[in-house]
């Protein structure tokens, strides 16, 4: 069973073999999680993203998807780029929201990922509220039935952190 873990910090710091990236369709970078990844991984991840696009991509990734790339010059081996749904409080996408977490994980077995870090999806610009961002996540990843060992979700800040731990012990 899957080792869940919380801690507050930046993703772009962790040792773990894969970090998941909440990216834009394009994935050629944005802004939060995205931007900070971009830039700190340096141009391998962005040429590989660009790879990717004139490939199997040309239209960008669909939400709910994952693909991986190299890591760069993170500490990590690779990134998973996922694509979140944007909240919308007429019309429910929590299926699309966990997708992105068993795609991730379906992405990280097929690399042989034991440990893999995960940002908060959806909760930042895209609007998806914390609390039910949390509970589908942790949910999600309880009941993927995946090999990878260990699941750390990475917080930003101390509310989200809180939030996260909340769900955690509450499923």
Known sequence: MVQITFTQGDITEQQVDAVV??????????GGV?????????????????????????????TGQ?????????????????????????????????????????????????TVAFPAISTGVYGWPMDDGARIAVETVRGSGTAVEEVRFVLFDASAYAIFVASGEGS
């Open 21 to 30: 990236n909440a990216a834009n369709s394009s994935l050629l970078g944005g």
């Open 34 to 62: 995205d931007g900070a990844i971009h830039r700190k991984g340096g141009p391998e991840i962005l040429a590989a993203c660009r790879a990717l696009r004139a490939s199997h991509y040309g239209g960008g990734l669909p």
């Open 66 to 114: 994952a693909v991986a790339t190299t890591a760069g010059r993170l500490p990590a081996r690779w990134v998973i780029h996922t694509v979140g749904p944007v909240w919308q409080a007429h019309q429910d996408q929590s299926d699309l929201l966990a997708s992105c977490y068993r795609e991730s994980l379906r992405v990280a077995e097929e690399l042989g990922a034991a």
